[in-house]
Every structure is written in C-alpha cells, then in structure tokens.
C-alpha cells in the first residue's frame, strides 16, 4: 500500500459530460503529481502541485485542470470529455521534488468514456 | 526536453534466467534515472533510482541498473528471474536542474515462463 489514496477506482460516462477524480496524498506529502496512461500515449504527465500552488505543467488540455486544496488533497477535473480521454489516470505524491523523494503511487482511477 | 527509449515492448524470459530490460534516454543536462514496476490493477512502485555518485545501483526485489553516460543507458537487469518478476517495468528520466517531473518510458511487460 502506497499511502496514496485515488477514488473512485472506475468510472464510466459519456461523451460530453464533465467528472471529477480525487486524490489524497501519503500523509506528510507536499507534492501531488497527476498522470494519464493510455495504451497508445503511454505515461503522460499531466500536472503537479507543491503545497497548494501549481509547480508544473504537461500534456493538459484546456478540458481538464486540477487544484490542491489546503488539506493536500487534489482534484483532477475533466470536462467535455471525448472518446479519447478514456484511460488510467494515476495520482502520486511526493515529498519534496520528484528526484529527492520518489513518487507514491495510488492505485488508479479508470474513465471509460462512451 | 528529455526522453526515454524502452526498446521492446515485451520481453520473454524463463524462470531462473537472466532478466535484461533495456532503456536508453536523451538528456541535455546529466539527468536522474529510475525504474518503476508496474503490477496488474496496481499503481507504479519504484525499483531503483540514480541520481549521483556509484553508477551501478541496486533496488528491491534483487533488481540492479547500471547508469552508462558514453552509452546514454540505464538498462535494468536481474541475475535470476521469479515467477512473480512479471509485471511492467518502467523507465523515467527527470531533470534535476529545477522542479523536475518524471518522464516516462512506454514501458516492458516482462513474462516470466515456468
């Protein structure tokens, strides 16, 4: 057990609708990191917060963003889905910066969009 | 920007045999490396990491990578493959100059045979 805690573990929607993925860090962890798994993407980083402030930014689209709250805990929202937003999004907490402390992992949530 | 190249997507191995999962990376900067295992309907877990000093480093479960800078590689290996080895396996790279965020490879399902 990682610590990290995603829910829900899957969740299936429609096109065009709009869901929220949570996430609530090992206890102590300042940084959260979000990823998206795809088969065809692979790991993508998707963004990452440091205490409540965004401290970087990949591959998100304008549809999705993501805020941490002032208990650490972090939300992903993706809106307007499509087709192609189905897949494993991971959420990971770190102490620090990713390359003094390793990454925690939570377990998933898998979107299925139809 | 930085990269991580895993060559195979799937790599076969019997039971006892030498496991060798390869990755080579591209980096502008000397950068840290690590491995993360992937089990089925879990989240990724660190194996081993490299940031500076020995190039040859050890991680759980018996696994070792040796960082080659001539060769830009940090290929995973482990003397003896078990059962329970099978799993994806991944490669990231992470800048280490600021906030840095993992880069991943598209990862190497390992199958182990009896």
């Not at chain 1, 998933?108 to 969009?113: A, D, K, Q, S």
């Not at chain 2, 895993?6 to 039971?15: A, D, I, K, R």
């Amino acid at each position: 057990d990682s610590g990290v805690t995603q829910t829900p573990k899957h969740l299936i929607t429609a096109t065009g609708q709009r869901v929220t993925l949570r996430c609530s860090p090992r206890s102590g962890d300042l940084s959260v990191y979000w990823y998206q798994q795809s088969l065809d993407q692979g790991l993508q980083f998707l963004i990452q917060y440091y205490n409540g402030e965004e401290r970087a930014k990949g591959n998100i689209l304008e549809r999705f963003s993501a805020q941490q709250f002032p208990d650490l805990h972090s939300e992903l929202n993706l809106s307007s889905l499509e087709l192609g937003d189905s897949a494993l999004y991971f959420c990971a907490s770190s102490g620090r910066d990713s390359y003094n402390s390793p990454l925690h992992f939570g377990n998933g949530t898998r979107l299925t969009v139809t | 920007a930085q990269s991580v190249t895993q060559l195979g997507s799937h790599v076969s191995v019997s039971e006892g045999a030498l496991v060798l999962l390869r990755c080579n990376y591209s980096s502008s900067v000397p950068p840290y490396l690590f491995w993360y295992v992937q089990y089925p309907n879990q989240g990724l877990q660190l194996l081993l990491k490299y940031t500076t000093g020995a190039t040859l480093v050890k991680g759980i479960n018996g696994f070792e990578a040796e960082f080659k800078k001539s060769e830009t590689s940090f290929h995973l290996t482990k003397p003896s493959a078990h059962m329970s080895d099978a799993a994806e396996y991944f490669c990231a790279v992470s800048d280490p100059r600021g906030y840095s965020t993992l880069t991943f490879g598209k990862g190497t399902m390992l199958l182990v045979s009896p």
